[in-house]
T-cell receptor, first 109, second 113 residues
Framework: KNEVEQSPQNLTAQEGEFITINCSYSVGISALHWLQQHPGGGIVSLFMLSSGKKKHGRLIATINIQEKHSSLHITASHPRDSAVYICAVIGNSGYALNFGKGTSLLVTP | NAGVTQTPKFQVLKTGQSMTLQCAQDMNHEYMSWYRQDPGMGLRLIHYSVGAGITDQGEVPNGYNVSRSTTEDFPLRLLSAAPSQTSVYFC????????????FGDGTRLSIL
């Protein structure tokens, strides 16, 4: 099984701060997902990436396949960004995802 | 479009009871999957399906049964509920496999007494 480690586990930031969440995995992969879980429980897919960088609004995701590491950045953070951010990697079969435990982010006004 | 619909949203069962968690998607997705989410742990895959008539086990399949008779529906059956199956269950779908953006249902919160 591909072990997925996220850091930090919990993060508190003030509105406007630049935020970085990290994800490392143990076995080489073809692609990685970043997901957002709202306080109400719903899960939304933010990014899927296999190389380089992707940007959507204030969110930026990067991946370094050789170093087995990905980062999710949030620029100009806002209280509505408060959520759990989850990293998931694709298992060997190509049909299963292995998930990190999530990073709980709280952005205060 | 409704996306991925899970029912019920909440359920309380007694130990030994059986029940079916429903999952339906209207996006004509081939790949569907079931996960459970427990405190302090990441989402864990229970079963998945790559198309109608095809299912396979995930990481934690014991105590659960699935079938995929249509592209739209992927029900998860608890055969004889146990307190260890108290969890939040999520269904997800994608066009094909894990290498595609995943669409999640809102979850079913299940308590086994």
């Amino acid at each position: 099984k591909n072990e997925v480690e996220q850091s930090p586990q919990n993060l508190t930031a003030q509105e406007g701060e630049f935020i970085t969440i990290n994800c490392s995995y143990s076995v080489g992969i073809s692609a990685l997902h970043w997901l957002q879980q709202h306080p109400g429980g719903g899960i939304v897919s933010l990014f899927m990436l296999s190389s380089g960088k992707k940007k959507h609004g204030r969110l930026i995701a990067t991946i370094n396949i050789q170093e087995k590491h990905s980062s999710l950045h949030i620029t100009a953070s806002h209280p509505r960004d408060s959520a759990v951010y989850i990293c998931a990697v694709i298992g060997n079969s190509g049909y299963a995802l292995n998930f990190g435990k999530g990073t709980s982010l709280l952005v205060t006004p | 479009n409704a996306g991925v619909t899970q029912t019920p949203k909440f359920q309380v069962l007694k130990t030994g009871q059986s029940m079916t968690l429903q999952c339906a998607q209207d996006m004509n997705h081939e790949y569907m999957s079931w996960y459970r989410q427990d405190p302090g742990m990441g989402l864990r895959l229970i079963h998945y399906s790559v198309g109608a008539g095809i299912t396979d086990q995930g990481e934690v399949p014991n105590g659960y049964n699935v079938s995929r008779s249509t592209t739209e529906d992927f029900p998860l059956r608890l055969l004889s509920a146990a307190p260890s199956q108290t969890s939040v269950y999520f269904c997800a779908s994608s066009r094909q496999g894990a290498s595609q953006p995943q669409h999640f249902g809102d979850g079913t919160r299940l308590s086994i007494l």
